[in-house]
């Protein structure tokens, strides 16, 4: 478990603080203290809930300490996870080496180049060999700063090497070398001719949109991955595609996997593929999965918070070493993929429940995106609504119609539960059925909806049952493409697998048609 604890700044708070955890036999695991911002984070070992409350409650009973919580990371640890991961996606083979030419660090591309992971850090004599077998390494000295630079020729490949001092205590000196694919720069050159992404690319007005805009242009020059979070209809998949077209991929496959609303094994199949005689005995080929096809490309992954535990263990061993074996086939595969995955769901409460790896987060989580709901960008709603007007009525061969002063009211007064989708769909639905030129309020058909209970009939007549039964069928069908079992679906309301298979039955929800 983690704990992140806020406390006033007294000379032995840590230590009473820790004291707490020996009176409870609870191995710490790390320590960091935030002096800046008076925060002390403690990693321990697992323990149970009613244990944690317990630890918790003593703590905040310490004097100083104003707040105790959970969090899902340290901020070193995940700070360290995050260099490692971009370290990782860079595509140059990069190591360190001592003065004696041992390799201290390597990123998966110089660990592919002289298959290094063959050789474990602690035999630094064979990865001395190794690496000296490959590039005649001059005597390292401190006389310049650039120590070599020139053509190489490795494994059939040409390469420019740069050597340079990585660390200037020269007692521990230790040296960086950058190995540079001129194929590799050739294709950098052409992909930083790719044009920007603007504003008026997604009609964003606001200042909180054009941010994103802002940071999703920084995020599509980069090849790691990215996490995009926001509300149901808040333009992620679009997101995900701007990202691939403006960026180096452009060109290359774009797919895109379900997470949330395919069954595990089809799920599985359809993400990693399956090999021949894996399911029928005729089946002499099998079938290639979408990262296979994607190679080159991207792979977006929606809905991530939605993938199975199974699937997880999966994903994250490809992210790790670029490998992964079709169903039913012992042959690895080695693609290059990038990955972009969306969650409207708070992932960090997923890892608290243990319904996602945090592993896997910290791989996917590298770079990260969240889009505001539509209700906290009021001035994108109108140019939105306007830009769906004119694109509904190109599509229908008529001119664009109006809308009325109530109307824009409407528009800018709704909460859009549904985001920028419900406003499209609302408008499509309008301008396909009105014959005038004007569009009027009524014309949108908006559900009455209010924040604290949803949707409502403001004209419902009925009894209370009816009611509750209405409403217990539009949250299930609102849930269930997010946890399509009744076992999910169970244990997200806190009502048995049975129960919610009797609903689901009752309301006709998840039968094939």
């Not at 926001?230 to 060109?251: C, V």
């Not at 490998?323 to 409460?349: L, M, N, P, W, Y």
């Not at 949803?454 to 419902?460: A, H, L």
Request: glycine share 6%; proline share 4%; net charge negative.
């Amino acid at each position: 478990m983690q704990l992140a604890i806020a406390c006033a700044d007294r000379i032995g708070i840590t230590q009473d603080i820790l004291d707490v955890l020996a009176h409870h036999k609870i191995d710490l695991r790390g320590i960091e203290v935030d002096a800046e911002n008076l925060q002390i984070f403690i990693s321990t070992v697992q323990v149970a809930f009613e244990e944690l409350q317990a630890v918790m409650a003593e703590i905040r009973k310490v004097e100083g300490v104003e707040d105790v919580k959970t969090t899902s990371y340290l901020p070193m640890a995940h700070e360290h996870n995050e260099l490692l991961s971009c370290f990782d996606h860079i595509l140059e083979p990069i190591l360190t080496i001592d003065a004696q030419g041992e390799i201290l660090v390597a990123n998966r591309a110089a660990d592919d180049l002289f298959h290094l992971h063959n050789a474990p850090l602690k035999d630094t004599h064979r990865r001395h060999r190794q690496i000296h077998h490959h590039i005649p390494l001059p005597s390292l000295d401190h006389s310049s700063r650039r120590q070599l630079s020139g053509p190489v020729m490795l494994k059939g490949n040409h390469y420019l090497i740069e050597i340079s001092d990585a660390r200037s205590d020269h007692s521990h000196a230790t040296h960086l070398i950058r190995l540079l694919s001129p194929t590799q720069l050739t294709e950098n050159l052409r992909a930083s001719q790719v044009k920007t992404i603007d504003s008026h690319t997604l009609h964003a007005k606001s200042a909180v949109m054009r941010k994103v805009l802002k940071t999703l242009e920084a995020a599509t020059r980069s090849e790691a991955a990215l996490l995009i979070s926001g509300e149901t209809g808040t333009g992620k998949d679009q997101l995900a595609r701007l990202s691939h077209d403006h960026g180096p991929r452009h060109g290359k496959p774009f797919l895109v996997l379900s997470c949330a609303t395919l069954p595990d094994n089809v799920a599985e199949s359809e993400l990693f593929g399956y090999g021949p005689h894996a399911f029928t005995a005729d089946d002499e080929v099998g079938k290639k999965g979408l990262l296979q096809m994607a190679d080159g490309g991207t792979l977006f992954l929606d809905e991530i918070g939605g993938m199975s535990p199974a699937l997880q263990v999966k994903l994250l061993r490809f992210l790790q070493d670029g490998t992964f074996r079709r169903v039913g086939d012992e042959k690895e595969i080695r693609v290059d993929v990038r990955i972009i995955c969306s969650t409207q769901h708070d992932i960090t409460a997923k890892i608290q429940s243990g319904d996602f790896r945090e592993d896997l987060f910290y791989r996917l989580n590298v770079l990260s995106i969240h889009i505001p709901p539509l209700r906290e960008r009021s001035s994108d709603i109108l140019p939105l609504a306007q830009h769906f007007i004119r694109r509904f009525s190109h599509e229908l061969g008529r001119r664009p119609p109006s809308m009325s002063e109530n109307c824009e009211k409407l528009i800018m007064k709704y909460p859009w539960p549904g985001n920028v989708r419900q406003l499209k769909n609302t408008l499509l639905r309008a301008i396909s059925l009105i014959d005038k030129d004007v569009i009027d309020s009524p014309d949108l058909s908006l559900p009455a909806y209010n924040d604290a209970f949803g949707y409502y009939d403001e004209s419902f007549e009925g009894t209370l049952e009816e009611a509750v039964k209405q409403f217990e069928n539009q949250l299930l069908r609102r849930l269930y493409p997010a946890y399509p079992s009744s076992r999910q679906l169970g244990k997200k309301l806190g009502l048995s697998h049975t129960a919610i298979a009797n609903k689901l039955k009752e309301y006709g929800i998840g039968r094939s048609a």
